[in-house]
C-alpha cells in the first residue's frame, strides 16, 4: 500500500504559524519520510534534487539568504519555488523576507514558521512521516486496551463483539475502536486505532450508535494501542474438541509478525467479558514466563514419578 498524507494533515498535525498557504494543500500529498535543507538549491546546484520533499529553511540557509543583495535573493528563492515544493518550513522564527511571501503567493507555495530549533522540527517531522506512511491494513474487529494489553477481538458479525466489549468497559477497560481498526506496523510493532470518522463510537444492535466517551468518560477511550493479543470468538459447537489444557500457543500473522492468540467458545451462559480479562490476564503471565499449564503439568509428571517410586520400593 502507497500511504502517503496531505499538507493539510501536515499542517493540522504540526500548528506552526501559517505565513502563506495554498489553496491546494488538501490535493498535495508526501510520499517520502525525507525532507530537504535546500542550501546547496539556493546556491543554484540543483542536480539530483527531489522536488516532492519538504524543505527547511534552518539557520544556516537564513543566514547564507541574508548575505545575498534582494535582487540575487528573490532569483534563488523564486528558483526554489519554480520546482514546485509541497511546503517550506522557517525555524527559530525567523525572519521571513518580503520577496519570499510575495513569490510563495504566486507559486501557491505553502509557508509555516516556528520558534523551535531545526533539530526539533526534524524529529518531529520524522515521528510524524514514520507514522503516516508506515504499512497500513485495515481489519474488521474491536480492539481495546484490557489491564493494558492491547487486544484485537475478532469473529463473525453479530456474534457479539460489540456487547462484549461494550461489558468489558463497564469493567473498566478502555475502547480504541469499534468494528474497524486500522493498524500500521511501526518499528515491528503493530499500532491499531481507529477511522477519524468513528472514533469513539460503538454500534450495539437494539441501541443503536453510542459516544463511549460520552457516556463513559475520557477514560474509557485510547486514541491508539499496540496489538499484543488477539481474542477471536466463535460459536460453541457440541461435540467438537477444545483446548483444555493451554499448552501449546496459536498464532496468527498480521503484516509479517506473529501475535498470540486464543479462540473463545460462545455459548448462553457464559461470561464472555470475564472469561476475556482472564485469557489477556493468562496471556501476561505467559508474556512474563510463567505458563500455568506447564506448572500443572510438571506437577502431574512429579506425581506420577513419586507413585512410580513408591510402588517400586513396595515390591518384595
Known sequence: MNNSFTVHQLIQHLEYEIINESHRT????IYTSEFNRPGLQLSGFYTSFVPGRIQIIGGAEWQYLYTLEPEVRRSRIEKLFAQRIPLLIVTRGQEIFPETVELAREYHI??????????????ELITYMETALAPTIRRHGILMDIYGVGVLITGESGIGKS???????????????????IIKKIDDRLIGTSPP???????????GIIDIQRLFGVGAVME????????????????????????LDDFEIIMGRQVKKAEIPLRPGRNTAVIMEIATQ????KE?????????NQRIMEAIRINREKEFNQKP
Open 197 to 207: 470518522v468513528t472514533r469513539h463510537f460503538m454500534e450495539i444492535r437494539g441501541i
Open 224 to 247: 491508539q494501542k499496540e496489538i499484543e493479543f488477539i481474542i477471536h470468538l466463535t460459536h460453541w459447537v457440541e461435540g467438537q474438541e477444545y483446548d483444555h489444557l493451554g499448552m
Open 163 to 181: 456487547e462484549t466489549a461494550l461489558d468489558l468497559i463497564v469493567n473498566g477497560h478502555k475502547l480504541i475502536s469499534d468494528d474497524s481498526v
Open 282 to 285: 493468562n496471556f501476561k503471565q
Open 288 to 296: 512474563m514466563g510463567y505458563n500455568p499449564a506447564e506448572v500443572l
Open 110 to 123: 505553502t509557508i509555516l514558521r516556528t520558534p523551535k530549533t531545526t533539530t526539533k522540527v526534524v524529529n
Open 26 to 29: 488538501e490535493s498535495i500529498h
